[in-house]
């Protein structure tokens, strides 16, 4: 895509005399659409995105659109209208792009200045914990191995006694500029990688880089109610920053492991209990031991049929970082008898001699249901 000689209301998509507000929505509607963040790995994607980015840069300001609007590119050039016959100088697209690229791209050194060594990695760490544990909540410890500042330069990478210089080809600034036709395209610098600095001699423990992978112990409290999923910040725990640069954080991501009795929704509990037809029948009292040590008791009214839930607020998980707790959900699966005496196989034949059919409702109008279908 030819850059010098693109329209810069064309590259937003307004007309020549749309207003400060219309540019603004237009440049940050593209600007979303072409970010190298929602694009990666996308050359043209990024070469347009730093298209608008100038063309905006300078249709926002009211002098610069009017010398663009009276001379074009050619207002931007050295030596051009815009700077040779006395009136505003705008320079070099250079100065333009510095301040793009430092709030699009994480900035950089402006003026010659001193590169800033980036933030360390984020780090992750998997962790078991039981559902009593999660339902408690716990303090434990884990094992690690970081990267962390060295000992020996204290986080400079350079060896003691030494210093670092600045770096005569980029001047500090971490960044080269190369320029294509209209534009100005900066690199990081091949000489210090970036850094902006040339150390005169490298520590010869960290090898320059200012930090070693240590093992540490890390003391972590876990929460009561953590879920599968939830994350542990350890801020200032993940990798250490080259050069003395800040550490990232240490995420830790809980997984909770099945339970033989219970399965949790959220902050809810459930549970399968089977009960005897005669329970089922008459009604009874079921005590069920709960994650909290206390023993719950759960009414089952006469005549509960299977899959019938009934519920025990309160009894559940904890609210994480929160009051109050979920509830208990017991699942009801009556259980006919496979092994009957003779005296019970009797008790019952005399029972079904009794039976009218209104005593299993369901039954007799399935029955019916039935004959009423298919006939007779």
Do not use: W
Request: hydrophobic content about 30%.
């Amino acid at each position: 895509m030819s850059t010098g000689e693109i329209d810069f209301y064309e590259l937003l998509g307004v007309a020549r005399d749309a207003d400060p507000a219309a540019l603004k929505a237009s440049y940050r509607k593209k600007a979303m659409k072409y970010h190298p963040d929602r694009n990666p790995g996308d050359a043209d994607a990024e070469a347009h995105f730093k298209q608008i980015s100038a063309a905006y840069e300078i249709l926002k300001d009211p002098q610069k659109r009017a010398a663009y609007d009276r001379y074009g590119h050619a207002a931007f050039q050295n030596g051009g209208p815009g700077g040779g016959q006395g009136g505003q100088d705008f320079g070099d697209l250079g100065d333009i792009f510095e301040t793009i690229f430092g709030s699009a791209f994480g900035g950089g050194a402006g003026g010659g200045g001193r590169a800033r060594p980036r933030r360390g990695a984020d780090l992750r760490y998997d962790m078991q914990v039981s559902l009593e544990e999660a339902f408690h909540g716990k303090t434990t410890q884990i094992e690690v191995e970081v990267s962390t500042a060295c000992d020996t330069c204290t986080g400079t990478g350079a060896e003691p006694g030494t210093s670092r210089r600045r770096c005569e080809l980029c001047h500090g600034a971490g960044k080269v500029r190369a320029k294509q036709g209209f534009f100005v395209i900066e690199r990081p610098c091949p000489n210090c990688h970036g850094a902006g600095e040339i150390l005169e001699s490298a520590c010869m423990d960290c090898r320059g880089e200012g930090r070693v992978d240590t093992p540490q112990t890390l003391e972590v409290e876990v929460p009561a109610g953590v879920d599968n999923g939830t994350r542990i910040r350890m801020t200032g725990r993940g990798e250490a920053g080259p050069r003395g640069a800040p550490a990232g954080d240490l995420y830790i991501f809980v997984h909770v492991t099945p339970h033989e009795v219970f399965q949790r929704e959220g902050t809810a509990l459930f549970t399968e209990i089977p009960i005897s037809f005669t329970s089922a029948a008459l009604g009874d009292t079921i005590d069920i031991p709960g994650l909290d040590g206390i023993t719950h008791s759960i009414e089952i009214p006469a005549g509960i049929q299977s899959g019938k839930q009934l519920r025990k607020r309160g009894a559940g998980m904890p609210v994480l970082q929160g009051r109050g707790r979920g509830d208990l959900v017991v699942e009801v699966m009556v259980e006919t008898p496979t092994r009957l005496s003779a005296r019970q196989k009797e008790i019952l034949c005399e029972f079904r001699e009794t039976e009218t059919g209104d005593e299993c409702p369901e039954s007799r109008g399935f029955l019916n249901k039935l004959k009423d279908v298919f006939g007779g």
